[in-house]
């Protein structure tokens, strides 16, 4: 029976009928995905991962220009999502229209010398009238945040949506996956063990000495020497910078930062249609510190969070990591909502 198996495969290659691999389409509901500057760095890599994703039955690219180029590329894979791109505001309502989940990548990214904070100016703006689109157009969709600085975009968010009556706080996160991603990278190297077993939690916000990785919680627990573990926390807390200066002004993380989107977004669907201990670390609407945002692990189900962890028992120096980024975090929240109210 087996050897007759092998022997059909065999003849099919042979003939060079064995040439695409279909992806899964027996895959759950229908789920519409909209990505908000989809044309650009992140953009682009995560609508491809997104029409990847078998939970995607419909996917919406939309940007303020080359839409139309990048949805028609993305839409001859042959995977089951049907792809629509949407270019220029006029366009916004009807590429939200229907969306479960909305991903935010649109705004500029950094050169080397900014901080994400330096981004405000313009990203405030961008975000705030995207959200203003979101509370009329798809007010029940999961938000996920991309846009720099996290810190405040997340918190302008909330008030956009609070203003227009829509706000959800389980429909909100800040996407903080990369920091998480590139904790266990860097912790594998140095622990000497496999990346896939790594598990490490990463609190706080995101952006410098708000970035909170907690190794004493890594598992498995390696117990590296102080000196490697602060180094391990300081590269983790750069890690954004350390590729803004790689790419040398042509941009911040964009295919690091598609791949750890696209494995949130993954986590919000999975939640949404019912799988259970779904577990991320997001920036998210919290009672877990004083701040009225905090990023932490959170548990994710059919209505988005359903679930926020606190800390759990912090090292001497992570105790003393999560004093000193509060202050910082603050004022972010804060320089947020004060912008979302005033204009
Ligand atoms: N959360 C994170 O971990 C993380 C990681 C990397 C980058 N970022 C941030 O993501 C953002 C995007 O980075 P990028 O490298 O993709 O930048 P990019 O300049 O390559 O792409 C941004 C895209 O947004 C589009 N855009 C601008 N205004 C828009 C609007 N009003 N509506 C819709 N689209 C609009 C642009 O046309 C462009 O295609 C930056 O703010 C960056 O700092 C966040
Ligand atoms: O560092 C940046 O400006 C982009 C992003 O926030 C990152 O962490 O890579």
Redesign the pocket.
């Known amino acids: 029976m087996r050897s007759s198996m092998v022997r059909s495969v065999r003849t099919a290659l042979s003939r060079g009928q064995i040439l695409r691999r279909d992806y899964s389409v027996t895959s759950g509901p229908e789920r519409k995905v909209a990505v908000?500057?989809?044309?650009?760095?992140?953009?682009?890599p995560l609508s491809l991962l997104m029409k990847l994703n078998p939970l995607v039955s419909s996917l919406s690219l939309?940007?303020?220009?080359?839409t139309p180029g990048v949805a028609a590329d993305v839409s001859h894979i042959n995977t089951r999502s049907e792809v629509k791109g949407y270019v220029g505001?006029e366009n916004?309502g009807e590429a939200l229209k229907g969306a479960d989940v909305v991903i935010?990548?649109?705004?500029?990214?950094?050169k080397p010398g900014m901080t994400?904070d330096d981004?405000f100016n313009i990203?405030a703006?961008?975000v705030k009238?995207?959200c203003l689109a979101i509370a009329k157009y798809s007010p029940n969709a999961i938000v996920n945040?991309?846009?720099?600085?996290?810190n405040s975009?997340v918190p302008i968010a909330a008030e956009v949506f609070r203003k227009a009556g829509t706000y959800d706080e389980k429909k909100l996160f800040?996407?903080?996956?990369?920091?998480v991603v590139r904790a266990k990278t860097f912790y594998a190297a140095k622990a000497n063990v496999p990346v896939a077993a790594v598990n490490v939690p990463v609190v706080g916000g995101?952006a410098g000495i708000t970035i909170l990785p907690l190794f004493s919680q890594a598992t498995p627990q390696a117990n590296l020497p102080h000196d490697d573990i602060v180094a391990l926390t300081k590269r983790t807390q750069d890690g954004?910078t350390e590729?803004v200066e790689a790419k040398a002004g042509k941009?911040?993380?964009?295919l690091?930062?598609a791949y750890?989107?696209a494995l949130f977004a993954d986590a919000c669907l999975k939640g949404l249609n019912g799988v259970p201990d779904v577990v991320e670390c997001s920036f998210v609407q919290s009672s877990v510190t004083e701040l009225p945002f905090f990023a932490s692990k959170v548990r994710l189900g059919k209505n988005g969070v359903e679930e926020v962890y606190g800390l759990g028992p912090l090292s001497d120096f992570e105790k003393e990591g999560l004093e000193k980024l509060k202050p910082e975090l603050k004022s972010s929240i804060e320089k947020g909502i004060k912008f979302a109210n005033q204009s």
């Open positions: 908000l500057g989809a044309a650009g760095g992140i953009g682009q939309y940007d303020i220009a080359a505001e916004l935010i990548p649109a705004g500029v990214p950094r994400r981004l990203n703006g961008i009238s995207l945040m991309i846009s720099n600085p996290v975009t800040g996407v903080t996956t990369l920091d995101h954004g590729v941009g911040s993380a964009t690091s930062m750890a989107g």
